[in-house]
């Protein structure tokens, strides 16, 4: 087999099969195959596309590239919840504990985040003392036991993806539908979950800035999912403004312990019930979407999804009383309003640019080996849609220091006051097959 006949196939629109995808995958892996020969590959794919099928096959052998994580030991349909990012978005700190509290395992693998905020991991490290290094036994027995555990990545999962994400990167090649859906999917299936949930962003502060960009994106993963014997389902959700009110490590684990008592932002708590609605269908623990909605809706109100969520943080090493005293966690030594220059109703809250604010103020990195400052970050007093008046604070800014000039004419260049403007559209569509 030779890569330039599969260059030239590909090029010519005609459907790769399994065996040459596959030989590519590891030959690349290899370091057998020059860069040079797989970014042409990756063009030929940008403009001809791939067939379900070719997507599947690409999805299987990156994932088959490295790790992969056996969770058969753990008992139950073990269901993975996947976003495609955004600003704010805490769901996955609020989703694993409440979805547990039903008797759905969720076998977690999460890491650390390069942007506006830190991961999941990064978030979870600002309960004193949680740590995710964990052995693979450790984390079974956790799940089994207490039906969550989220353990750190694994250095070499999907090491064929790695390398050709940074190649797509400098070649001209990442916006292409069926290399986004097989790179995402392939760590979802290298995790062993049976079931997947995605939340899949759209808008300012997504990767996809349009719901129609999004769709496909969305329904490429979930024919992805099923193709390969994964159960998988898609929510489409916005990302022009910010999710909930919090952007900053610390602040969003004190707003995930008042979305898991039913107090949190409407707007979180709403994605929240939507994705764990579908992640308890898909693990049989109810029948309808309306019935696991209630489930989830009554353990928040009875307290066991906190519960959950502080014996999760203690079977870490986590200092479990932050769930009842959330002032223990890190506190930025100053909280700087940000007044309204006008009357009017918020118009327009620009994501990614907030987020970029917030990874000033030192909640985020610009580079793997930058510190990130987990009591940093920006609270949102006012979401698009509320009124305000002249001088009422639009964000209170948590700063590790005084003079925070150049984020405060960031905030204001990137809120914008009108005379009207309505709520955008939470969940855009519902995605199954």
Known sequence: MRMVDIIAKKRDGKELSSEEISFFVKEYTDGTIPDYQASALAMAIFFQDMTDQERADLTLAM???????????????????????GVGDTTTLVLAPLVAALDVPVAKMSGRGLGHTGGTVDKLEAVKGFHVEITKDEFIELVNRHKVAVIGQSGNLTPADKKLYALRDVTGTVNSIPLIASSIMS????????????????????????????EK?????????????????????????????????????????????????EDLNELVLTLGSQMVVLAKKAETLDEAREKLIEVMKNGKALEKFKEFLENQGGDGSIVDQPEKLPQAPYQIEVPAKEAGVVAEIVADEIGVAAMILGAGRATKEDEIDLSVGIMLNKKVGDRVEKGDSLVTLHANREDVANVVEKIYDNIRIADHADAPTLIHTVITE
Request: glycine fraction near 12%.
């Open 187 to 214: 760590k979802k299936i290298a995790a062993g979950a049976d079931a997947i949930v995605l939340d899949v962003k759209t808008g300012a502060g997504a990767f996809m800035k349009t719901p129609e960009d999004s």
């Open 217 to 265: 994106l969305a329904k490429a993963m979930v024919r992805i999912g099923n193709n390969v014997g994964r159960q998988t389902m898609a929510v489409i959700s916005d990302m022009s403004q910010p999710l909930g009110l919090a952007i900053g490590n610390s602040l969003e684990v004190k707003e995930a312990i008042d979305t898991l008592k039913g107090e949190g932002p």
């Open 63 to 85: 994932a088959n590239s490295g790790d992969t994580i056996d969770l058969s030991a753990i008992e139950g349909i073990k269901v993975d919840k996947h976003s495609t990012g």
